[in-house]
């Protein structure tokens, strides 16, 4: 690890660690508490912001509960594929998994509509804002597993060796897509998905599998795309949704005493603060990325913008008939969730 990213991951937990110390709050140990050992399993590098915030989170709920819920990480796909986490935590593979819904695409539909492109300004505000919009859906949706939580990481572009402004410049290409929605885009403008998850995405590019990736900025460096894209759409484009899904069996073993802690790690406002050092990551990227010889910004002008946001509404038309297929109002939804965002400063 350079000293670079060791000061990255550091500034991470050290921050998440001072929002979560002011959060916690011990409960009282009484005698039926039995120790419980919780695995929770991720699929991103330990340089990854996200791993030092899931050790404070895990460390924040053992103090909570007197030391007896523990936390043990499994970091990199250890415990499984990245696709498959959610069926590992509903099976018990792991009693706590980290989820992209986006990877297996229309599985989550309802979900699936917060990646709409141009709705986020921020990944901060906005994972609380997804986390409130969704408790509402989730037991609907998700109801193999117990949802923790619900986040977003910062509004991610296209990195590529193409110059991408405008939806025209994807026609012909192949483009490893962020989630399901990113995925119609692609295809609504003509380019070809290569669906791998994030960490084979940089051998795609590197093997010619694949001209352009969707990703946030911070996150470029992190999995190492640096070194196979020159240049990047200058566009808040879109986001990914999270979920830190709990095996049910797990929570259900926990004394009401440890649910009542756990439950205190598992809201809109935890949502946040676990998603804040990663949001600050991504955001500085940017500049980072841009500072880079042989790298350039590809500023989309204003009939660009309005060419993606013509493409956009015909998924936001898209999702209404698929949230429609599992008895929900998809414009209804949409509203809350835009509610949401402008309730939080999120929106953009």
């Not at 990854?48 to 709920?61: D, K, M, R, Y």
């Not at 609907?140 to 597993?145: A, F, L, R």
């Amino acid at each position: 690890m350079t000293s670079k990213r060791h000061s990255y991951v550091c500034a991470a937990a050290l921050g998440l660690g001072v929002a979560l110390g002011l959060a916690a709050v011990a409960q009282p140990a009484i005698a039926q508490d039995k120790p419980v050992n919780l695995r929770l399993g991720h699929w991103l590098p330990p340089s990854h912001p996200l791993h030092p915030a899931f050790t404070e989170w895990g460390a924040s709920l053992e103090k909570a509960t007197n030391g007896t819920v523990k936390t043990q990480i499994f970091p990199a796909q250890q415990l499984g594929q990245a696709k498959d986490h959610y069926d590992m935590a509903r099976d018990g593979i792991a009693d706590i998994t980290y989820v992209n819904p986006g990877y297996t695409p229309g599985r989550f539909p309802v979900i699936a509509g917060s990646e709409i492109p141009f709705l986020f300004s921020n990944g901060k505000s906005g994972s609380a804002a997804i986390d409130a919009w969704y408790r509402k859906y989730a037991e609907k949706e998700m109801s193999d597993v117990k949802v923790c939580m619900t986040f977003v990481h910062d509004p991610g572009t296209f990195h590529s060796k193409i110059r991408i402004a405008k939806p025209d410049d994807l026609k012909g290409h192949k483009i490893r897509p962020g989630n399901a929605s990113v995925a119609r885009l692609v295809t609504l403008a003509g380019g070809t998905n290569v669906q791998v998850t994030a960490p084979e995405a940089r051998d795609a590019l590197e093997r010619g599998l694949a001209d352009a990736i969707s990703f946030p900025w911070g996150s470029v460096f992190i999995f190492g795309f640096e070194k196979a894209v020159k240049y990047h759409m200058d566009a808040p484009l879109y986001i990914s949704n999270f979920v830190l899904a709990v095996n049910k069996a797990a929570y259900g073993k926990l004394s009401a005493n440890q649910k009542k802690a756990f439950d205190a790690h598992c809201t809109s406002e935890m949502s946040e603060k676990v998603n804040t050092a990663w949001s600050d990551a991504e955001s500085s990227g940017k500049a980072k990325m841009l500072a880079l010889p042989g790298h350039e910004g590809v500023k989309p002008s204003d009939s660009d913008i309005a060419a993606w946001r013509k493409l956009s509404d015909e998924m936001t038309k898209a999702w209404y008939e698929d949230a429609k297929k599992v008895g929900v109002n998809g414009e209804q939804a949409l509203n809350e969730l835009k509610a949401e965002l402008k309730k939080r400063n999120a929106a953009f």
